[in-house]
Structures are given as C-alpha cells and as structure tokens.
C-alpha cells in the first residue's frame, strides 16, 4: 500500500502564493505519473499538474505560466507551488500516483486551499 500525505493548504489573498507538498511513502520512480487534482464545491476533480514516465509534465491548460509542479526524487515528493492565486482557485487539492506496471491508482487525503480576501 501507498500513502500520499499532502501538506501546505491554508487561506491566502487573492494574488497571493502557497506551495503544495505530496510526500510518499515509497521511491517515486515507481509511479508511472504523479502528480495534482483538485476538487472545487460542485464540480468534478480536475487535474492540475502532473509528472508523465518522471519526465514529461502535463498542465492543465488553464493554469500553466501560474502553477509550478517540481519533484524531489531523493524526498519523494512532488510540490506545487501556486502563484497569483484567484478565488476559483480555492478547491481541495489532491496528489495523485498511479503505480508503474499495475497501474494501481493512489490518493492522498487532500488539502483545502481557499483563495479570499
């Protein structure tokens, strides 16, 4: 079994940054992608960012030039640093692994990010 635990959600202004960490509980070359979703009130889990075979980095089209993903391969741990956040982008946020040749699929238990002045 797989543990995700994210952590550094809070409230913030709008305009304003926080930095997502996802740290797992096992060696992230493992997992064919890594990465974040997000859940606003209302609406399906979308992904945000997430890392394809280690390498490749896919966004979600809206986000990209605000939304950084990076990885630390020697922590095990992906992070996400938001920059110039807006009220839409408050949502409970995800990190994401789906396990390389099982394709198994991981959830952490998210973290609640709330943009608002």
């Known amino acids: 079994q797989v543990q995700l635990v994210e952590s550094g959600g809070g409230l913030v202004q709008p305009g304003g940054s926080l930095r997502l960490s996802c740290a797992a509980s096992?060696?992230?070359?493992?997992?064919?992608?890594m990465g974040w979703y997000r859940q606003a009130p209302g609406k399906q889990r979308e992904l945000v960012a997430d890392?394809?075979?280690?390498?490749?980095?896919h966004y979600a089209e809206s986000l990209k030039g605000r939304f950084t993903i990076s990885r630390d391969n020697a922590q095990n741990t992906v992070d996400l640093q938001m920059n110039n956040l807006k009220p839409e982008d408050t949502a409970v946020y995800y990190c994401?692994?789906?396990?390389?040749?099982?394709?198994?699929?991981?959830w952490g238990q998210g973290t609640q990010v709330t943009v608002s002045s």
């Open positions: 994401k692994a789906v396990e390389d040749n099982s394709f198994r699929t991981f």
């Open positions: 096992r060696n992230i070359f493992s997992f064919y992608t």
């Open positions: 890392f394809i075979g280690g390498v490749s980095i």
